[in-house]
């Protein structure tokens, strides 16, 4: 049985660092450069997560909850960018009956049809997504193509204000994605837009932000990274989500994220083109 009351430790911890006033430009270039290493460094990275969504109340409906737990891996497949896959374990306290470790398998004992088993895996876990959106962008790491140096043109960049995290001063970095086709597919080619806060010294990103307004639905993600000393990274340990449009019930979830552990796999031979 899954506890889903599990004890939250700090997000982030401080570093003394100062705010330095950098300009745009070159906090840009440092963000770019910190997901570079990022990339390098991360490779690949299984974790549990527990993940509750909820659709509020309507009329005479009431609320629904669902409660999952899974296997995450987020992964860099370099010139490719980010893929995150999430297997799920158990739904509201009930194991996944057709999953067997599917996700570690994959990866560690690679086959012939790993790219259709990955397939697999992602529309298999997007069925237990509750409420009535369709969607496949609640996954941590998904904002941060947006920040990779090769895609950093696609989008406008502004400064935002600083604020606290964590006793770090991080600084506000907003984007609109400009160019087409988008990174995030939508029926209408909507441009994503959000933000990204990081630490000016570094380039260190510690929490992002993700919306995309299609229709008349508006989404948000945001996640919050804190220090893995096992893996000397920072990685997302929460994500909270919210869609909401006039004429259907809103939709929230939010995911914790720990025991963190590294693979070494090479994602992009497995998820490459046949």
């Known amino acids: 049985m899954v506890s889903w009351k599990p004890v939250l430790a700090a997000l982030l911890v401080s570093t003394g660092a100062v705010v330095q006033d950098v300009p745009l430009d070159q906090l840009l270039a440092r963000m770019g450069a910190y997901v570079v290493a990022y990339e390098r460094d991360m490779a690949a990275v299984v974790s549990e997560e527990l993940y509750e969504q909820t659709v509020a109340p309507q009329g005479v409906l009431a609320a629904s909850v669902r409660k999952m737990k899974s296997e995450v891996l987020m992964a860099s497949t ?9 297997d799920v374990i158990e739904v509201d306290g009930r194991p996944v ?3 067997a470790d599917r996700l570690i398998q994959l990866f560690v004992k690679p086959t012939g049809d790993s790219r259709d088993q990955v397939m697999h895996i992602v529309e298999a876990s997007a069925k237990h997504n509750l409420g009535w959106v369709r969607r496949t962008i609640n996954y941590p790491t998904m904002v941060l193509e947006f920040a990779r140096p090769g895609e950093q043109a696609r ?3 502004r400064r935002g204000g600083t604020t606290k995290l964590g006793g770090i001063e991080a600084r506000e970095i907003r984007f609109t994605e400009r160019a087409m086709p988008r990174l ?3 029926q209408d080619d909507a441009a994503a837009y959000g933000s990204f806060w990081v630490e000016e010294a570094t380039g260190r990103i510690l929490k992002t932000e993700l919306r995309v307004s299609t229709g008349s639905t508006a989404s948000i ?3 919050s990274y804190g220090h ?3 893996l000397d ?3 997302p340990v929460l994500m909270s989500e919210r869609y909401s449009t006039p004429r259907q019930p809103t939709i929230t979830g939010r995911a914790i994220y720990s025991n963190f552990r590294r693979f070494d796999v090479q994602v992009a031979t497995i998820i490459k083109s046949p």
């Open 155 to 157: 989008s406008q960049f």
């Open 184 to 186: 995030i597919k939508t």
């Open 97 to 99: 009956t057709d999953r």
């Open 233 to 235: 990274l920072w990685l």
């Open 228 to 230: 893995q000393p096992k």
């Open 78 to 86: 370099g010139e490719s960018g980010w893929v995150t896959f999430r």
């Open 221 to 223: 993600i945001e996640v």
